[in-house]
């Protein structure tokens, strides 16, 4: 029997995003996907209604009989506590879950005996390359970035030549070369800007000055596993800084995306750093969500230290919500293809070893080990 598949509308705050798009809405209708949809769920990514009709979904206004008709129930943030609860027991949800950010949500899952899996855990193989989200929503992110900083910046980013005479181009500097931080250099050269780069990883030079940039050299290799940077030494971390400190007083505008998984981020850009930066430079935080790699940010605010602008953004693919979440649906289309046949009915067991990665909770327990710990510690 085919499944039944829902798409709630995201109730968090800011959050402008949708699970799915009409488009793959349309595909798992073909494969035999019974689809429910809830009123408005895609409006604030202009995604109407009609669109979702049109595909062949079912526009359903009660949220709680929606949830309570769901075999499998596809998010963008993780489900409320209200909405677990609607929830029947059995049924899976898939969506970001930031476990570690939202255990009261992950314990409610767990005692209504929901299988859910946490996207952000999908392990970062070839195969999956075409399901990873913290990708495609980092590439959304790192280009509102560039933009942000073009706004906040009090001059042209690129050189002109006018009859007032030659305006000389502004400065970027980019800390952290993952997806993110590619995309905000290649955005920032493409409005005009000269730009720089930083990252502990050496295996990233080679991708920033394929976009036209220059990397900033220290001669550190932080790799890491998993494609991420491992944490650096104390001395290491000193050699780092006295680097970062003339870069980052030179440049007109900052934008940094150093994150290490299931940490803290780390603190790249000191106060004291943040002093010697000229009056109306700017910081862009893509970190801040998890603490800042900048000491005076500030999650979800904008503040001015010195006549420097730091802004602390917490969703930047929710402001460019039509092609976010057009990526992410197509994220989801992918990791569907593991969890439904061809007839779109469920799979079991889970035995795919990108399905076992990602599974957070299941049959009364929590299996991702680090967030049991977490709620054990909780306790």
């Not at 209604?49 to 309570?68: C, F, N, P, W």
């Not at 001669?219 to 944490?231: C, D, F, H, L, V």
């Not at 109306?280 to 503040?303: S, Y």
């Not at 010195?306 to 919500?321: A, S």
């Amino acid at each position: 029997m085919a499944v039944r598949l829902v798409v709630p509308k995201e109730v968090a705050p800011g959050e402008t995003r949708v699970a799915l798009v009409p488009e793959v809405v349309q595909h798992l209708v073909k494969s035999g996907v019974s689809v429910g949809v809830e009123t408005g769920a895609g409006v604030s990514a202009r995604y109407p209604d009609s669109l979702y009709e049109g595909a062949g979904a079912e526009i359903v206004r009660d949220k709680t009989k929606l949830l309570a008709s769901a075999q499998l129930v596809l998010k963008v943030q993780p489900p409320t506590v209200e909405e677990a609860g609607a929830m029947a027991e059995g049924t899976i949800v898939v969506g970001l879950m930031n476990a570690s950010r939202n255990l009261d949500r992950v314990a409610k899952m767990r005692d209504g005996k929901l299988t859910s899996f946490a996207l952000e855990l999908i392990p970062r193989i070839t195969r999956a390359q075409s399901m990873d989200v913290l990708s495609s929503q980092a590439t959304v992110a790192g280009y509102r970035a560039a933009l942000a900083g073009a706004e906040l910046c009090p001059k042209f980013l690129p050189m002109l030549t006018t009859a007032a005479g030659t305006i000389r181009p502004s400065k970027v500097l980019v800390l952290g070369a993952g997806v993110a931080g590619l995309m905000a250099i290649a955005t920032s050269k493409r409005l005009g800007a000269l730009v720089e780069a930083y990252d502990v990883r050496r295996a990233a030079g080679e991708q920033v000055r394929s976009l036209g940039a220059k990397f900033l050299e220290l001669q550190i290799n932080a790799e890491g596993s998993g494609g991420y940077a491992r944490e650096l030494t104390d001395a290491e971390k000193q050699q780092e800084q006295e680097m970062l400190a003339k870069a980052v007083g030179d440049a007109d505008v900052v934008i940094t995306t150093a994150n290490i998984p299931g940490r803290r981020a780390p603190l790249l850009v000191r106060q004291e750093m943040v002093g010697r930066m000229r009056t109306g430079a700017v910081i862009v935080d893509l970190a801040a969500e998890t603490g800042g790699n900048c000491e005076l940010t500030k999650p979800g605010e904008l503040v001015d230290s010195g006549g420097v602008r730091i802004l602390g953004p917490l969703n930047l693919p929710g402001e460019i919500p039509f092609h976010a979440s057009l990526m992410y649906s197509k994220n989801l289309e992918s990791f569907l293809s593991l969890l439904l046949d061809k007839s779109g009915a469920l799979v079991t067991p889970f035995a795919d070893e990108i399905l076992v990665a990602s599974l957070l909770t299941s049959n009364g327990a929590v299996v991702h080990a680090p967030t049991a710990a977490l709620l054990a510690g909780a306790k």
